[in-house]
């Protein structure tokens, strides 16, 4: 099936900044998406950020503007650039090639182990 591969994660301060990674065992290049998702402790996992096959970016409204989601085909890699960090945004990260619609909440592959982001006050 594939494998997700998660990195990057940390503990950074407020208003610091943090580059994820992904890196995918299969071609990217076959899905028509890929995105970003994060769980904060308790709560359900949630769509973040995704990008198209042609390069169109998605945003939920609390991150726009301060994190940027990209992808490498050739690394079968995708990043998220995040800026601007605030408490709101410690999470566990994680990413996967949606099935349908960004919030639909199917997926191509089994999640992996994700990566921690924590902001400290």
């Known amino acids: 099936q594939g494998q997700l591969v998660e990195s990057g994660g940390g503990l950074v301060q407020a208003g610091g900044s943090v580059r994820l990674s992904c890196a995918v065992t299969r071609s990217i290049n076959r899905f028509k998406s890929m995105a970003w998702y994060r769980r904060v402790s308790g709560e359900e996992r949630e769509f973040v950020a995704g990008?198209?096959?042609?390069?169109?970016?998605t945003y939920v409204d609390s991150v726009r503007g301060r994190f940027t989601i990209s992808s490498d085909l050739a690394k079968n890699t995708v990043y998220l650039q995040m800026h601007s960090l605030k408490p709101e945004d410690t999470a566990v990260y994680y990413c996967?090639?949606?099935?349908?619609?960004?919030?639909?909440?199917?997926?191509?592959?089994?999640w992996g182990q994700g990566t921690q982001v924590t902001v400290s006050p």
């Open positions: 990008i198209t096959n042609d390069d169109v970016a």
């Open positions: 996967n090639a949606p099935r349908g619609s960004y919030s639909g909440g199917s997926v191509y592959f089994f």
